[in-house]
């Protein structure tokens, strides 16, 4: 069965540290899809990022990047020289190919104090 | 401006007095879903459709009453609500009907509480 696990269920840090959000999945499909979602305080979703698992390649943008690793199963999220406006709950979820669910995590709330 | 919209944003009900929360996209999308959110939990999906006239069960379905009658509108009925249903719900849509594996667009959200 699929599962998604944010053991990080809250994170705190002064503006301006790095700070990396974990998520390990577990999928026995070859074909998945593993996406961040963002929920600022305003409450809002905010899709940030969509993963295929053939492709292993990290990714940035802008201060964001993510790590995907086959290997140990995660996809881990990391927020450089972080900004108070990036104080939200990120969700982290995972598609098989197989079906059409899409399991989330049960998020991380990030505090990003000034 | 393409979003998806939901109303009410706030609804305080009893248990027992049926309510519908509407949602509706202006992008044209196949797929519709609905989540509750609930702490700790994450998002679980209520109900999702396909296509018009095409809905099925997500994880949570018990309770909850959905339709599609027109491609843009979904709503969310509650025929007798209780406390348990006391959440935040999200309506979401996606360009494709294998949704699942696409970006989701989610509307504002609605907080009910039952009392």
């Known amino acids: 069965a699929q599962k998604v696990t944010q053991a990080q269920t809250e994170i705190s840090v002064v503006e301006k540290e790095d700070v990396t959000l974990d998520c390990v999945y577990e999928?026995?499909?070859?074909?998945?899809?593993l996406f961040w979602y963002k929920q600022p305080p305003s409450g809002e979703l905010v899709f940030l990022i969509r993963?295929?698992?053939?492709d292993e390649q990290n990714e940035i943008s802008g201060r964001y990047s993510w790590n995907f690793q086959k290997s140990t199963s995660s996809f881990n999220f990391t927020i450089t020289a972080s900004q108070v406006v990036d104080s939200a709950v990120y969700f982290c979820?995972?598609?098989?190919?197989?079906?059409?669910?899409?399991?989330w995590g049960a998020g991380t709330k990030l505090i990003i104090k000034p | 401006e393409a979003q998806v919209t939901q109303n009410p944003r706030y609804l305080i009900t009893v248990t027992g007095k049926k309510l519908t929360v509407t949602c509706s996209q202006n992008m044209n999308h196949e797929y519709m879903s609905w989540y509750r959110q609930d702490p700790g939990l994450g998002l679980r999906q209520i109900y999702y459709s396909m296509n018009v006239e095409v809905t099925d069960k997500g994880d949570v379905p018990e309770g909850y009453k959905v339709s599609r009658k027109e491609k843009r509108n979904f709503p969310l009925i509650l025929e007798s609500p209780s406390p348990n249903q006391t959440s935040l719900y999200f309506c979401a849509s996606s360009f494709h009907r294998l949704a699942s594996t696409y970006e989701q667009y989610f509307g504002p959200g609605t907080r009910l509480t039952v009392t």
């Open positions: 993963r295929n698992s053939f």
């Open positions: 979820a995972l598609s098989e190919a197989s079906n059409y669910q899409l399991i």
């Open positions: 999928t026995r499909d070859t074909t998945y899809y």
